[in-house]
Nanobody, 115 residues
Framework: QVQLVESGGGLVQAGGSLRLSCAVSGSIFGIAAMGWFRQAPGKQRELVAIENIGGVTNYADSVKGRFAISRDTAKNTFYLQMNSLKPEDTAVYYC?????????WGQGIQVTVSS
């Protein structure tokens, strides 16, 4: 089992920045990828950013150049740095981890960007 706990969300004005953190615990061996997803009201959950164990990253077109995923292996934590935030970035953000063939999710954290 893998446990994921997000932190760092909140309310920010458009143009501002936030950094989300996802603390990983449990059976860490075998984790192949870590990522961030988001779900806005009335919309499907969508991929925001993902990084595999080899360091290869992939971003949604809507966040390229503004968001960056990173990890601190020593702290078993990965991050989503969000810059130049827009109102359309408002959503519940979920961290996600793939361990072997199983996906694990955090509980979600609200990010609200005011105009």
């Amino acid at each position: 089992q893998v446990q994921l706990v997000e932190s760092g969300g909140g309310l920010v004005q458009a143009g501002g920045s936030l950094r989300l953190s996802c603390a990983v615990s449990g059976s860490i061996f075998g984790i192949a990828a870590m990522g961030w997803f988001r779900q806005a009201p009335g919309k499907q959950r969508e991929l925001v950013a993902i990084e595999n164990i080899g360091g290869v990253t992939n971003y949604a077109d809507s966040v390229k150049g503004r968001f960056a995923i990173s990890r601190d292996t020593a702290k078993n934590t990965f991050y989503l740095q969000m810059n130049s935030l827009k109102p359309e970035d408002t959503a519940v953000y979920y961290c996600n981890s793939k361990r072997f063939s199983t996906y694990y999710w955090g509980q979600g954290i609200q990010v609200t960007v005011s105009s």
